[in-house]
């Protein structure tokens, strides 16, 4: 169990910003905090070890513990009005998708509390059901139950009324498709002595709210499932006036009865629930729910929601969702003028076994002198990853692998507290994938020191770590360098990388949004270097929300390595509209940008590179300074080669410059490596290992016409190899000889 976790309300800075860090830990005990800056995360014995130098701050000191949870469940919440704490008679109706009926109660449209036993309560029971519960205040209660079970995955009208001068309670489950002797059609009613409790408090959906301490609220019997246009009027409604609030056609008579109708196809890209009755009732979402679903009404006419938004009128909401775990800060930090730009954490621990890291970037000063050369942390990749479940999906990993699946505490924690969080990789508990991902929670898998299901026993060689391979290999070989966030690329555009002659990627910079491509594209159209310093990189589209920071969206769209698919018609963004997806299919194949692309996969052994005749060729003359054996990173950290995990290769049909050089390409790789799903338009056998001729990565250099050039190492175990034998090996030599070169003023 931890003791100690926390993360930072920000992932990048620059000096004289402020930067606060919330922690949760054992309640009572102690715990030292200090800045220190990160150089080398991999605690594999076979590496230099982990390395990080102190930054002697402010906050360095001695902290009291305290235990803060994390409220997770989407849900919505629409503030008390007066209309709501008026009603006595009433009817609620809401279109229901349930994904897992069975999982216990759930509430779907509530106001209630709890401690008095006050209000009303649409829900599904305990047994599966339709069920509406009031209650008077004074502790009695009454439910009345469709007494027939919803099935999964399908949708229902769900209404239910209560006729203050009669007593009378009304329940309808109306399933909108039959299935033969499917008996889930439901009309029951029920008379009562009992009357609505004084109300107040907020009306939610999907959740009622048991507890609240400050902002946050934590609630229980969460929903999973889609709701869809749902109402509140304060009469009784027969089937005909249902009908008519759900298709917009609010009789003249009815209008004053109809306190609020919600429709989730307006404001798509916003957490803002809109009310269109006119009465101002609007809402909004709580632990970002997921928008841009398809409705009860969806037909299939059109696959984009922007086209035809009422067929996107859905919500749906998971048990597991969370945005922003709220914790309370218990530190802040004012970024110091001294602080040089780099990767930085604030480091919290109660004892040798009990830390955490929480990282964040340090950008240079605005208008600060810039080094020649900037490294692109890939934040939204962390993101995408952050708090994977994969480790503790044995027969997933154990395939991939090649290997009996061994799991770390970290991977047992996050089994154990699925409120902390999943990665866009996992499935919520409903089976639909995830994909919304926050940075406002402790991601336990981007720490130094993390211990990777995919780098094998005792590593650390995924992501974070493989990233700082390369920081470290710039200190050792004395490069200045700055640091910058792809989120930051995202904001600034273009005019953060001004000034630099090279920008070097991470090991796998695979999560790009639009902003971030186009400022990228920019930079090498006005003679700008890349150094791609790794695999599956531009490869999904992601989007950011617009008013909520450190939250991400990626939709599965067609096509592409993944953990789980989109729903047909889900392929678009709900933050901004887009086509997701892989880039591939926006047009935009990573060959494009960096002359190689995603083609093969495999996790248990690296390989190695072979000589190609164009590593002959004058132009790479530069490049291959030094370098005279024909076998390039025969050794390394990451599988014992420099060719592993993820590899890119050359194709001039997918936009590979016609003038690139492929100096070498990777080969002997074993069959666990198998070809990327996207390249097979029909299966057959020798899409693995040997047997196939594109299981390889190319090293591939290329001049653009502006004068810029670049440089593609196309393997994630490339940047292992850099410190092997004191940083002394072909690897380094080529990539030093490629930066050196790259640094320099004099046009390609």
Same mark, same amino acid.
Request: proline fraction near 5%; glycine fraction near 10%; include cysteine.
């Given at each position: ?167 009378? @309670?009304? =329940?309808? $489950?109306?399933?909108?498709? *039959?299935?033969? &002797?499917? !008996?889930?059609? /439901?009309? #029951? ?50 089937? @005909?006036? =249902?009908? $008519?609030?759900?298709?917009? *056609?609010?009789? &003249?008579? !009815?209008?004053? /009865?109809? #306190? ?489």
């Amino acid at each position: 169990m931890k003791k100690i976790l926390g993360y930072s309300d920000k992932i990048s800075v620059r000096p004289g910003d402020e930067i606060s860090f919330m922690v949760s830990s054992q309640e009572g005990a102690e715990y030292q905090a200090r800045i220190v800056r990160l150089i080398h995360g991999d605690t594999s014995p076979e590496g230099p070890g982990y390395k990080e130098e102190a930054i002697a701050t402010a906050i360095e000191g001695s902290y009291s513990g305290r235990r803060q949870e994390v409220f997770a469940g989407s849900w919505i919440m629409v503030p008390d009005h007066r209309l709501l704490a008026g009603l006595t008679s009433f009817t609620l109706q809401v279109m229901v998708w349930p994904s897992l009926p069975q999982n216990g109660k759930q509430t779907l449209m509530s106001r209630w509390d709890s401690d008095r036993k006050s209000g009303f309560c649409l829900c599904i029971d305990a047994e599966g059901c339709l069920a509406i519960t009031i209650g008077d205040g004074s502790g009695a209660t009454e439910t009345l139950s469709s007494g027939k079970p919803l099935v999964a995955r399908e949708w229902y009208l769900a209404a239910a009324s209560f006729d203050a001068d009669s007593g009378k @309670l009304t =329940l309808l $489950q109306e399933p909108q498709k *039959r299935h033969g &002797e499917t !008996d889930d059609l /439901a009309q #029951v009613s029920a008379t009562t002595e009992l009357r609505l409790g004084v109300q107040a408090g907020p009306l939610t959906m999907g959740g009622n709210i048991v507890e609240t301490q400050g902002i946050r609220h934590r609630i229980d019997c969460p929903f999973n499932g889609k709701l869809d246009s749902p109402a509140v009027s304060s009469k009784v409604l027969d089937r @005909l006036g =249902l009908q $008519q609030i759900l298709d917009g *056609r609010i009789e &003249e008579a !009815d209008l004053p /009865a109809l #306190v609020a109708r919600w429709d989730f196809s307006k404001d798509i890209t916003t957490e803002v629930v809109r009310d269109v009755s006119g009465n101002h009732l609007h809402g909004e979402t709580v632990n970002m729910p997921v928008r841009a679903m398809k409705g009860y009404n969806w037909t299939g006419r059109e696959m984009n929601w922007n086209h035809l938004p009422e067929e996107y009128g859905a919500i749906h909401f998971h048990d597991d969702d969370i945005y922003d775990c709220g914790w309370d800060v218990d530190f802040t930090l004012t970024i110091p003028d001294t602080m040089k730009s780099g990767l930085y954490a604030a480091h919290v621990k109660i004892d040798d076994e009990q830390e955490d890291f929480m990282p964040f970037v340090v950008c240079p000063a605005l208008g600060a002198k810039k080094a020649k050369a900037v490294f692109i942390v890939p934040t939204a990749s962390y993101m995408a990853y952050a708090n994977e479940h994969m480790p503790t999906e044995a027969p997933l990993a154990e395939v991939l692998t090649g290997q009996v699946a061994v799991l770390y505490p970290n991977d047992v924690f996050l089994l154990e507290n699925r409120q902390y969080g999943a990665s866009c990789y996992d499935v919520h508990a409903d089976g639909s994938g995830v994909c919304y991902t926050s940075r406002l929670r402790p991601i336990l898998n981007m720490r130094p020191k993390y211990q990777s299901w995919l780098g094998g026993a005792g590593s650390s060689l995924w992501q974070f770590n493989a990233d700082l391979h390369i920081i470290d290999w710039l200190e050792a070989k004395g490069f200045e360098y700055d640091c910058i966030t792809d989120e930051d690329l995202h904001r600034e555009g273009v005019e953060i990388l001004d000034g630099y002659q090279v920008v070097l990627t991470s090991t796998h910079p695979e999560y790009w949004s639009l902003q971030m491509w186009d400022g990228l594209e920019a930079f090498k159209s006005r003679g700008g270097r890349l150094m791609y310093l790794g695999a599956n990189g531009w490869y999904w589209r992601v989007a950011y929300h617009q008013t909520k920071p450190g939250l991400m969206e990626v939709r599965r769209a067609e096509d592409g390595i993944r953990g789980w698919a989109a729903e047909p018609g889900e392929y678009y963004h709900s933050f901004t509209g887009e086509y997701g997806g892989l880039w591939r299919r926006n047009g935009r194949p990573p060959q494009v940008m960096a002359g190689t692309g995603f083609i093969a996969q495999g996790f248990d052994i690296s390989s190695y590179y072979r000589r190609k005749p164009d590593a002959d060729n004058p132009r790479a003359a530069f490049i291959m300074e030094g370098i005279d054996e024909e076998i390039i990173g025969d050794f390394g950290l990451i599988g014992n080669g420099a060719a592993g995990l993820e590899l890119d290769y050359a194709d001039r049909l997918l936009g590979t410059p016609p003038n690139a050089l492929v100096l070498a390409s990777s080969e002997d790789h074993t069959d666990l490596y198998l070809v990327v799903c996207e390249e097979i338009l029909i299966n057959y056998p020798g899409h693995s290992g040997q047997e196939s001729p594109l299981v390889r990565a190319d090293i591939v250099f290329y001049e653009t016409a502006s004068g810029g050039a670049v440089f593609s190492s196309s393997s994630i175990a490339w940047a292992g190899s850099l410190s092997h034998n004191s940083y002394d090996n072909n690897v380094s030599r080529m990539t030093e000889n490629v930066l050196r070169r790259f640094m320099e003023e004099t046009p390609f």
